[in-house]
Nanobody
Framework: QVQVVESGGGLVQAGGSLRLSCKLS????????MSWHRQAPGKQRELVAA???????NYTESVKGRFSIARGNAKNTVYLQMNSLKPEDTAVYYCNAHIVKLVGTEHYWGQGTQVTVSS
C-alpha cells in the first residue's frame, strides 16, 4: 500500500511564502512523476507543478516565476516552494504520485493541505 502525506499549508498574507512537503511511503517500485494540484471552492482541480524522474519540471502559467517544485534529500519526498503568494492561490493543495506497479501504473493522491492567502 502506498501512502501520500502532505504538510505545510496554512494562512499567509499576500506577498508571503509557504513551503509544502509531500512524502511517499510504502512499496514503491519506481516513481514516474510527482506533482502538485490545487482545487479552489467551486472550481475544478488543476495541475500546479510537476517533476519527472528525470527532474524535468513544468508549471501552470499562473505560478511560473513564483512557485518551484523540487525533490528533497530524503527519498520520495518533494517540495513546493510558493513565493509572492496571491489571494487567488487560495485552495486545497494535493500531492499526486504516478507510480510503476508490478503490472501497469497507478496514481496516488494525498489528503490535501489548505493554503489560504489573505489580501
Amino acid at each position: 500500500q502506498v501512502q501520500v502525506v502532505e504538510s505545510g499549508g496554512g494562512l499567509v498574507q499576500a506577498g508571503g511564502s509557504l513551503r509544502l512537503s509531500c512524502k511517499l511511503s510504502g512499496r514503491i517500485l519506481h516513481v514516474i512523476t510527482m506533482s502538485w494540484h490545487r482545487q479552489a471552492p467551486g472550481k475544478q482541480r488543476e495541475l500546479v507543478a510537476a517533476i519527472s524522474s528525470y527532474d524535468t519540471t513544468n508549471y501552470t502559467e499562473s505560478v511560473k516565476g513564483r512557485f518551484s517544485i523540487a525533490r528533497g534529500n530524503a527519498k520520495n519526498t518533494v517540495y513546493l516552494q510558493m513565493n509572492s503568494l496571491k489571494p487567488e492561490d487560495t485552495a486545497v493543495y494535493y500531492c499526486n504520485a504516478h507510480i510503476v506497479k508490478l503490472v501497469g501504473t497507478e496514481h496516488y493522491w494525498g489528503q490535501g493541505t489548505q493554503v489560504t492567502v489573505s489580501s
